[in-house]
């Protein structure tokens, strides 16, 4: 197909951001002004700071597949109801169970001491009486991917990759991919044990960050743990005496069969168009050294939250806001996966959708992947948030979130909203992530955006262009 | 004995103030111009920061009584050789040897969860299987002081104070004390366990605090542990639900007979009086959750760093610089008392002393415990620190630090070089006490404060007043 000129183009364009024409989605004026007073409501209310505290009090951790999980989705449905939603359902979702018994490491030697780390998601444990072998060091996962087997054979391998703090997290990126792909490289090349610096900010305190491993066939997998930053700090200090260092790692914990947990959700069910959605969320699980209140308890909260603002209105909205409590998505996106396999076929009647699952900073920035025709719409809600601090920018497409980011592959319209995520990754998957981390007033504006935008885009005359197979090139799974 | 009258005091002061008389202690010139180069050399000099690397990245923690704790000491004799001192010597320190060797924590009702928790020095273990009981909160030490003992019979007491940072640190008055006599008051009045929030100041981190208890008389103990202050607000929280709260300790540790160690002591022998010492040191021992690095690391290294200074002048110093690393300074004193009764005749030999124990923060106060005629030399040593920060205040007594205080007790003059304390409390006795704590520059300033004061002190025309029973009445002890 021929590409259009640019002059055409642009010529539609600027024809689009001036003119609203008969097909393009727009929000009524009404719908505007209480998304208004929705949003400003909000900034002063605590109904989301307190679901999140009554998460992480009631229940605390909620590590996929443990007992607590259990009682995490017994929480959900009951806060569901006493929250006053119209239909609370839950959808079956199977993964494999992974089980975190004991864990312990030490230097044995040269100059012995204990290390404090975390076994990762899909790690098998050592054999009985531990693990003990030399480190062999590597500078980068390039590093380890380019290495002689020789010098990796039979060795625990170290990677030392320290994240700095960034607004939008973004060396997260290599610090998960060195957790993901390091230890299968390092298992191919014959290594005994894998050893990463925590994927995590805080350079001060001794809790190392859990997470999931890109793990999946058992045959091979070796065990693999994160060093706090104190203490690959000290790990660094001792190999830089460059004499011999051995590690013993001693993990009891691996995969032990299946558990069916479930995705948890919640709908204000719509007045006019019952079976159309806005899809909002975040995910029930957590990892299970801290209380997951950051990582996720906040993102079901603000979910939450904003319906709970919505079913408080006069009159029901016109489509119907589903909140989705997703099950499983640390060790990959198990509940977000099911769900989009599950719904795939309706995706049509998805009007928007996104989930909350970067921490409780402010939304910062919002952007779309919606139909040309609907881009008038979300410029309306980028106007009512504006005012909160949301920047949108045009330019970049919107994701859906973790779980949702696979519905929006199966075409959902979705949005991006971007949290500040300069101090998430301090407390992200350690015993750190705990109900105190959560500022009042940074989740209240969180609610308020997620009221806002929920309300509106559940009143907009006309969709925003959900249908199977669309935005599969907009960028967004880059 | 009659008082001296107002007017002959003010008379007196007076002329000590401006008149140095026959029998005034003074600092001759050119030691004064050493101690100003010492100074300023030692703040450019990371001699005493590598001391604190080299201890606690070779040995680590170093509980008292623990195989780590011999490493410490043949650590310290080694780098006193190592350094070039002139004499290296230990002399046993014999206490009751705790140990810890597991310990968990959990609330078992209403809402299931772990506890991030440790248990207390000199605790005993909990029976088999665990403690399991309920928990009684109270507001203060002295509430639990007035409490009828049938609110207390076999429950968990738990006392939650909230330390605040301040410079001075002063809020650990009241966080040690309860954790000292809460347990045994608690035991007295029948309780089965008690906990308190961490005697600490970091509010967001998951690191409990240890610390010793008041604990003597074995026949009068209860298992006894830290909650971190994570874990005291969830606790908290918990209770604020008014349901019975129903927490399991599971502490594995207490006293299994005695052990001796040794304080480590290093000298820079006096040309001149060798027998008359100006003695500083730190404490070798350390709790074993991190790495001991500000505690007390960093005493032992400010201490070692400024003798070490003054061991590389082309000449030796008139008086023996005596430095000393005290053994089991944290399960009370016994280091210092130990060196106190053994040296307590010849208390007059000790010319001025100081122990530094409050982290790597900068001295920002000093004051003295001195006769009168010694008070001219102390301001000459004032005015030598005050560019670099030390204000002199000359109204406060000088306790001579931690161990030290106990020759102080008996007559030795002594100086109090305060430091800044502000986030002390935020590590001290945790697992987050590592390396990375120290800050080099803070480590300089705190060296070239101990090494020119050594080196006055050393050179002084006369003594600064030690002698049997002196100062017992100057308030340091208070």
């Known amino acids: 197909m021929r590409r259009p000129s640019l002059t055409l183009l642009a010529a539609s364009l600027l024809l689009a951001s001036t003119v609203a024409c008969a097909a393009d989605t727009t929000i009524p004026a009404a719908a505007v002004k209480t998304a208004e007073q929705l949003r400003d409501k909000a900034m002063h209310d605590d109904t989301g700071y307190r679901i999140a505290e009554s998460l992480t009090t009631e229940v605390g ?50 100059f012995p001491q204990s290390l404090a780390l975390t076994s990762l998601g899909y790690s098998p444990g050592t054999p009985k009486g531990g693990l003990t072998a030399q480190v062999v060091r590597f500078a980068s996962l390039d590093a380890l991917k380019n290495a002689d087997p020789a010098r990796v054979k039979g060795k625990i391998v170290y990677i030392g990759f320290r994240m700095q703090r960034h607004k939008d997290g973004h060396d997260y990126g290599m610090g998960s991919a060195i957790r993901t792909q390091g230890p299968v490289i390092a298992q191919a090349k014959g290594a005994a044990g894998f050893l990463l610096r925590s994927a995590g900010t805080d350079p001060e305190s001794r809790t190392p960050h859990a997470g999931v491993t890109g793990f999946r066939d058992p045959a091979k997998t070796i065990p693999a743990a994160a060093l706090s930053n104190p203490d690959a700090d000290q790990l660094e200090r001792v190999l830089a005496y460059d004499k011999p260092v051995t590690v013993k790692l001693d993990l009891d914990c691996g995969i032990e069969g299946e558990y069916t947990g479930a995705n948890v959700i919640g709908e204000i069910t719509g007045a006019k168009y019952p079976d159309q959605v806005v899809a909002i969320g975040g995910h029930l699980d957590s990892w299970d050294l801290g209380t997951g209140a950051i990582d996720d308890a ?34 990959g996106l198990w509940g977000g996966r099911a769900y989009a396999e599950k719904h795939a076929d309706e995706v049509g009647k998805f009007q928007l959708g996104t989930e909350s699952d970067f921490g409780s900073g402010r939304i910062w920035r919002m952007s779309a992947s919606v139909k040309p025709q609907a881009r008038g719409a979300i410029e309306q809600i980028a106007k009512v948030l504006a005012p909160i601090g949301v920047a949108y920018d045009a330019k970049r497409p919107g994701g859906g979130g973790s779980d949702l980011s696979q519905m929006h592959g199966k075409g959902m319209a979705a949005l991006s909203l971007t949290q500040d995520g300069t101090y998430y990754f301090d407390w992200h998957h350690t015993a750190n992530d705990t109900f105190d981390k959560i500022d009042p007033k940074d989740l209240a504006q969180n609610v308020a955006v997620y009221a806002a935008f929920s309300y509106m885009a559940a009143q907009a005359d006309g969709d925003f262009g959900s249908a199977p197979g669309a935005f599969a090139d907009d960028g967004a799974g880059d």
């Open 61 to 110: 951790q909620r590590l996929a597949g443990s007992p607590a999980d259990k009682r995490g989705v017994e929480w959900a449905i009951a806060k569901f109801r006493e929250l006053g939603f119209d239909k609370v359902y839950t959808e079956p979702v199977t993964y494999p169970k992974w089980v975190r018994h004991s864990e312990s490491g030490a230097i044995v030697s040269p």
């Open 298 to 331: 906040a993102g079901v909260a603000i979910a939450m939250g904003a319906a709970k603002l919505i079913h408080d209105l006069p009159q029901r909205p016109d489509r119907t806001i589903r909140v989705i409590a997703f099950a499983n998505e640390e060790m």
